[in-house]
Structure formats: structure tokens, C-alpha cells
């Protein structure tokens, strides 16, 4: 599955068009609201492709969002206690 992955938050899709179309939305969404140059961070992105990025947040953070292929398709074989 496909694993879409934001500020605090994860959503797998089955089909890579799919996650593709949310993985845009809120990359340029929080690009939209924070400001900046980096319009069209995510058009080079190509069908079936994986990204990474990470942008600049407040007070020196960074913001990671990422579209990857997740092989364990969210399944948890076992816990391991910290």
C-alpha cells in the first residue's frame, strides 16, 4: 500500500494515483498557508515515484510529509514495548 505521511498524521491508499492526489494536497496546502517560494515543490513528481521532503516550520523546526510504498501494508506483526 501506499502510505502518505504529514505532520501528524499517516493515510494509506491502495492505488498510487490516489495517494499521489492527497500526498499534493497537503503539501501545497501547508505551502499555501505558510508562505514562501516553494510552489510546484511537488510537480516533479512521476507516476509510481516515491518523495521525501522537509520544510522549514517555526522557530527553526522542520515539517516532513512523505509518499512511499509502505510493503507491511499497515500491518503490525508485533508489538514491541518501550
Known amino acids: 500500500m501506499w ?43 512521476r507516476l509510481g515515484d516515491t518523495q521525501q521532503i522537509e520544510l522549514p516550520a517555526e522557530h527553526g523546526e522542520k515539517v516532513r510529509f512523505g509518499l512511499t510504498w509502505d510493503a507491511g501494508g499497515g500491518r503490525v506483526d508485533h508489538f514491541v514495548a518501550c
Not at 7 to 20: G, K, N, P, V
Not at 35 to 44: M, N, S, T
Open 3 to 45: 502510505l502518505v505521511s504529514g505532520i501528524d498524521e499517516e493515510h494509506r491508499f491502495r492505488e498510487w494515483a490516489d495517494a499521489a492526489a492527497f500526498y499534493r494536497q497537503i503539501v501545497e496546502e501547508w505551502v499555501a498557508a505558510h508562505g514562501g517560494d516553494r510552489a510546484g515543490i511537488v510537480d516533479d513528481l
